[in-house]
């Protein structure tokens, strides 16, 4: 039985070199793969030949060979030894003429062995090719799927009707009207003191609503250091007044401070992008989270949603982190 090893990049190459080197097809070889090889990194660095052992397959005649080769002679069976015959039944024998003996008819020479013509895999796969294939047969075609009954949507509850935000109804005082004591002149002498401070000089107005809080206008050059990014300065300096004149009382007095209408064009501001967090929630599917707003611009987002039916709103976290959620109603 002969056998062949040989090495290259790949599988196949070694293949076609052992092959070569036989002086055989595939057919008449087994493979055995001994190391697959590895393209190491990059291919350069740590790379291995495949190496592959090329074994030639016994034909008919090898088998028939090794079989009489290793066949153990047969024993021919001893012949049992004659016993001495009598000398007189000796001579009878010989005086009688022995019968000539029949020509043994010659032996018929063995037939020589056929040798089967070995037919190559390539041209078995070739025939198998060229026979004519069947014809295919048309695919039944697909029924369209039942589809399935839509699932009546029960109806939202309807909300509540929103509550419109009441805007207080405020009267603006005369300097010489705000009396010195009053919640309201604490609140104006306090900001013009802060405010000259902070090197900002401006004008404070005063006023009040009917139950008493206070509303402060600031007018003068350099207000967009009063307002600040999204309101934050302003909302402070509203806080500290608010501390300001709450100190010591038993009842709260509410501080709103304005200046160039900033309050009424944020509550616009709040509105639209209320309406449009909404849209968003209602296309997503998914819940919208606002950024962080004090308790006035909550209340904003809330009541500008309060109507629409396909969302609801509520507000999550702590001061001063707390925050308006969308979600769609269920």
Same mark, same amino acid.
């Given at each position: 039985?002969?056998?062949?090893?040989?090495?290259?990049?790949?599988?196949?190459?070694?293949?076609?070199?052992?092959?070569?080197? &036989?002086?055989?097809?595939?057919?008449?070889?087994?493979?055995?793969?001994?190391?697959?090889?590895?393209?190491?990194?990059?291919?350069?660095?740590?790379?291995?030949?495949?190496?592959?052992?090329?074994?030639?397959?016994?034909?008919?005649?090898?088998?028939?060979?090794?079989?009489?080769?290793?066949?153990?002679?047969?024993?021919?069976?001893?012949?049992?030894?004659?016993?001495?015959?009598?000398?007189?039944?000796?001579?009878?024998?010989?005086?009688?003429?022995?019968?000539?003996?029949?020509?043994?008819?010659?032996?018929?020479?063995?037939?020589?062995?056929?040798?089967?013509?070995?037919?190559?895999?390539?041209?078995?796969?070739?025939?198998?090719?060229?026979?004519?294939?069947?014809?295919?047969?048309?695919?039944?075609?697909?029924?369209?799927?039942?589809?399935?009954?839509?699932?009546?949507?029960?109806?939202?509850?309807?909300?509540?009707?929103?509550?419109?935000?009441?805007?207080?109804?405020?009267?603006?005082?005369?300097?010489?009207?705000?009396?010195?004591?009053? #919640?309201?002149?604490?609140?104006?002498?306090?900001?013009?003191? @802060?405010?000259?401070?902070?090197?900002?000089?401006?004008?404070?107005?005063?006023?009040?609503?009917?139950?008493?809080?206070?509303?402060?206008?600031?007018?003068?050059?350099? @207000?967009?250091?009063?307002?600040?990014?999204?309101?934050?300065?302003?909302?402070?300096?509203?806080? @500290?007044?608010?501390?300001?004149?709450?100190?010591?009382?038993?009842?709260?007095?509410?501080?709103?401070?304005?200046?160039?209408?900033?309050?009424?064009?944020?509550?616009?501001?709040?509105?639209?992008? #209320?309406?449009?967090?909404?849209?968003?929630?209602?296309?997503?599917?998914?819940?919208?989270? @606002?950024?962080?707003?004090?308790?006035?611009?909550?209340?904003?987002?809330?009541?500008? &949603?309060?109507?629409?039916?396909?969302?609801?709103?509520?507000?999550?976290?702590?001061?001063?982190?707390?925050?308006?959620?969308?979600?769609?109603?269920?």
């Amino acid at each position: 039985m002969r056998t062949y090893e040989s090495s290259a990049k790949t599988i196949e190459e070694a293949i076609s070199a052992g092959l070569e080197a &036989l002086g055989a097809s595939i057919s008449d070889v087994t493979v055995d793969i001994i190391d697959e090889g590895s393209k190491g990194l990059f291919g350069l660095f740590g790379s291995r030949q495949a190496k592959v052992r090329l074994t030639m397959k016994e034909t008919e005649e090898d088998i028939m060979a090794s079989l009489t080769e290793n066949k153990p002679a047969e024993k021919k069976p001893e012949k049992p030894a004659r016993k001495p015959e009598a000398p007189k039944a000796a001579e009878a024998r010989s005086a009688e003429p022995r019968p000539e003996k029949a020509e043994k008819p010659a032996r018929s020479e063995k037939p020589e062995k056929t040798e089967k013509a070995e037919k190559p895999a390539r041209q078995e796969k070739k025939a198998e090719s060229d026979a004519p294939r069947p014809p295919k047969q048309p695919r039944a075609p697909k029924q369209p799927k039942a589809e399935k009954p839509e699932q009546e949507k029960k109806p939202l509850p309807p909300k509540a009707p929103a509550k419109p935000i009441e805007k207080p109804v405020v009267t603006m005082l005369e300097n010489d009207q705000v009396a010195p004591d009053s #919640a309201a002149g604490k609140a104006q002498s306090f900001l013009k003191e @802060l405010t000259h401070l902070m090197g900002v000089e401006v004008d404070v107005a005063v006023g009040n609503d009917a139950e008493g809080n206070v509303f402060v206008k600031m007018t003068g050059d350099t @207000l967009g250091i009063l307002i600040g990014r999204r309101g934050e300065t302003l909302d402070a300096l509203q806080y @500290l007044t608010s501390l300001k004149i709450n100190r010591g009382q038993e009842s709260y007095t509410r501080v709103t401070l304005d200046t160039e209408n900033y309050r009424a064009k944020r509550e616009d501001t709040l509105v639209r992008l #209320a309406n449009r967090m909404a849209n968003r929630a209602v296309k997503t599917g998914r819940k919208v989270s @606002l950024e962080p707003m004090n308790p006035y611009e909550r209340r904003i987002i809330h009541s500008a &949603l309060q109507g629409n039916e396909a969302v609801d709103t509520h507000s999550e976290g702590e001061e001063p982190n707390r925050h308006v959620v969308i979600t769609l109603r269920k």
